[in-house]
């Protein structure tokens, strides 16, 4: 079936996560943004940018994130001077992420309103929704500022869902995530896991091979609460 069927609510709402979801070569430009995070690192401790990797680690560990920007804000650096010099400095275009027409018109044609929830800052998904020329689809990017520092699947992270189920809105999730789709779909929203088939048979709700075609798959139990009342 089509990924348009599965919403059909025009005050519906489809969020979408951004990393491994909307683009799919996310290691290059990842690697890209960690190598200034390095960078910024040797700079900041007076290191050795050889050092700084390993002093990465160990703030993340320190810190108990998976995300240099937090530990770096525990550290006392403000997390915009952090951002521009990081996940804003690099040129996606550079790491093959480019303007997806196919994508485009799969998300123009869906109904509801449409949003994207990535664990990154929302400028940076800003930034690639930009190079795939479908920013202007997305009336909200919530990162992880706007999500309070909190990281997907963390049930904060989802408040901006439980928000629109608590209103009796229909919404629709999409993520590459299985553990942040288990954690959607136990809210009582259909969900679709994207892009990896290894995982597919684990994922509630639909399962979607490629975003790009808008074609999904229902593999399992489908949400109960999906539909407005
Ligand atoms: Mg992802």
């Known amino acids: 079936m089509k990924i348009r069927d599965i919403q059909i609510d025009p005050y519906g709402l489809w969020v979408f996560d951004n990393d491994g979801t909307l683009y799919r070569n996310t290691s290059c430009i990842r690697e890209a943004v960690e190598k200034k995070m390095?960078?910024?690192?040797?700079?900041?401790?007076?290191?050795?940018?050889?050092?700084?990797?390993?002093?990465?680690?160990?703030?993340?560990?320190?810190?108990?994130?998976?995300?240099?920007?937090?530990?770096?804000?525990?550290?006392?650096?403000?997390?915009?001077?952090?951002?521009?010099?990081?996940?804003?400095?690099?040129?996606?275009?550079?790491?093959?992420?480019?303007?997806?027409?196919?994508?485009?018109?799969?998300?123009?044609?869906?109904?509801?309103?449409?949003?994207?929830?990535?664990?990154?800052?929302?400028?940076?998904?800003?930034?690639?929704?930009?190079?795939?020329?479908i920013s202007d689809l997305f009336s909200h990017v919530y990162g992880?500022?706007?999500?309070?520092?909190?990281?997907?699947?963390?049930?904060?992270?989802?408040?901006?869902?439980?928000?629109?189920?608590?209103?009796h809105r229909s919404v629709v999730y999409v993520d590459d995530q299985l553990d942040n789709v288990l954690a959607v779909h136990s809210m009582g929203v259909e969900t679709i896991l994207a892009y990896d088939p290894a995982q597919a048979k684990c994922a509630p709700g639909y399962y979607a091979a490629s975003l790009s075609n808008g074609e999904v798959y229902h593999v399992g139990a489908s949400s109960t609460l999906m539909r407005r009342a």
């Open 144 to 167: 992880m500022m706007e999500i309070s520092f909190m990281s997907k699947p963390h049930k904060r992270a989802f408040d901006v869902i439980a928000r629109a189920v608590d209103c």
């Open 38 to 133: 390095n960078s910024f690192i040797a700079e900041y401790f007076r290191i050795e940018f050889e050092a700084a990797e390993e002093k990465r680690r160990e703030l993340l560990k320190q810190h108990q994130t998976t995300y240099t920007l937090i530990a770096m804000r525990h550290e006392g650096v403000d997390p915009n001077v952090f951002l521009n010099a990081t996940y804003l400095s690099v040129v996606p275009e550079e790491y093959g992420i480019t303007k997806n027409d196919e994508l485009r018109e799969v998300i123009c044609n869906l109904t509801g309103e449409k949003v994207v929830l990535t664990n990154n800052p929302s400028q940076f998904a800003s930034l690639i929704l930009d190079s795939l020329g």
